[in-house]
């Protein structure tokens, strides 16, 4: 037996330490526990640094994103994450909210990025612009939320620094590409190759068989009716083309949408440039209920048969006169710019 320590004393002395740690075990179970990151935006572990806060102000090419959730920087500054953990909804817009989100994020990073697919998870981007290397994502959540993640990179001049940066920045990559992995392109028609050169840099998705882009603040959507015959020939030479057509035509229409308001009819469309031998195409809008509605017609080579291309904008609650009228001629604007698209691409 120890003299100094008899055992009432030993006694004591286990029953303090079991309270102190009965005290501790409390007050860790009394804090909230922090966020738990998502893989992508676990910044320590994939920089291999400890997080520190970023000096640089804020890029405002990332401003339309909202503030972060978090915001750290390492490698003296070379390195920067940015998370959103919760993207808000865009209202009065006929895009999604990752669609919206992955075309401010494609503005921020200075690249156009390929439409937001409606049947995407999540997906990743990988850019670099004026010596920086940016990677990031925008995924849906298992709550059903939507997160987004952006980081950059700036390589430091020296070799050795630079290559052990390197290993890092691939397990960074790697982290935000493992998102793609159930997302295929799909396959790009002539049409659509088209449809992509128009609405470059334009808010854009896919939707199914239905393709959206947001242009002067207005919603359209086209749907591809694919090959098929007009009901009357249409040539492919612009100098087949004749007045008794277009007009014969006109009245096809006129008796399939009776409730239509013709507001450009059937017509020819100029080539982009004037006195070019293009192919000929047709065009021709109208109102119809609360929408306004165009539709373009492109004859192909050696009775190819007709490529046809619907649009079609939603109209508010009594819209006036005029401004349907402005939503005409903004459809006959797309229309003509696809069919040009079409022209440079395909003739």
Request: hydrophobic share 45%; charged share 10%; proline share 19%.
């Given at each position: 037996m120890?003299?100094?320590f008899p055992p009432t004393r030993w006694r004591a002395a286990a029953l303090f330490v079991a309270a102190l740690a009965g005290a501790t075990a409390a007050r860790a179970a009394a804090r909230p526990?922090?966020?738990?990151?998502p893989p992508a935006a676990d910044f320590e572990r994939l920089s291999g640094a400890r997080a520190t806060d970023c000096r640089a102000v804020p890029d405002p090419g990332l401003a339309p994103m909202g503030a972060p959730t978090l915001r750290r920087c390492a490698w003296s500054q070379r390195v920067e994450m940015l998370y959103w953990q919760d993207i808000p909804d865009a209202p009065d817009t006929c895009l999604s909210t990752p669609a919206i989100a992955w075309h401010r994020l494609g503005g921020g990073v200075h690249?156009?990025?390929?439409?937001?697919n409606g049947s995407w998870s999540g997906q990743s981007l990988q850019v670099q612009y004026a010596g920086v290397e940016q990677a990031g994502m925008v995924w849906r959540r298992d709550d059903g939320g939507w997160s987004a993640v952006l980081w950059r990179w700036r390589p430091s001049d020296r070799l050795p620094t630079r290559n052990w940066q390197f290993g890092h920045w691939k397990d960074v990559v790697q982290a935000v590409r493992a998102v793609d992995a159930a997302n295929p392109a799909p396959p790009r028609t002539p049409l659509m190759t088209a449809w992509l050169d128009v609405t470059?840099?334009?808010?854009?998705?896919?939707d199914g068989e239905v393709w959206r882009w947001v242009r002067d603040g207005s919603c359209v959507s086209l749907r591809s009716a694919g090959l098929g015959q007009a009901q009357l020939h249409l040539p492919y030479s612009r100098d087949d083309a004749r007045l008794e057509q277009r007009s014969a035509m006109q009245v096809l229409l006129a008796r399939r949408f009776p409730n239509a308001q013709w507001l450009r009819p059937f017509m020819l469309v100029e080539p982009?440039?004037?006195g070019d031998r293009t192919g000929a195409k047709f065009l021709a809008v109208w109102k119809e209920d609360s929408a306004v509605h165009g539709q373009l017609w492109i004859p192909l080579r050696d009775e190819g048969g007709v490529v046809r291309a619907r649009v079609s904008s939603a109209l508010?609650?009594?819209t006036a006169p005029d401004a349907v009228k402005g939503r005409a001629a903004l459809l006959e604007r797309e229309l003509g710019a696809l069919a040009h698209a079409w022209e440079a691409r395909h003739e």
């Open positions: 120890n003299a100094l526990a922090g966020p738990t990151l690249a156009v990025l390929r439409p937001w470059n840099g334009k808010p854009r998705m896919l982009a440039i004037s508010p609650p009594n």
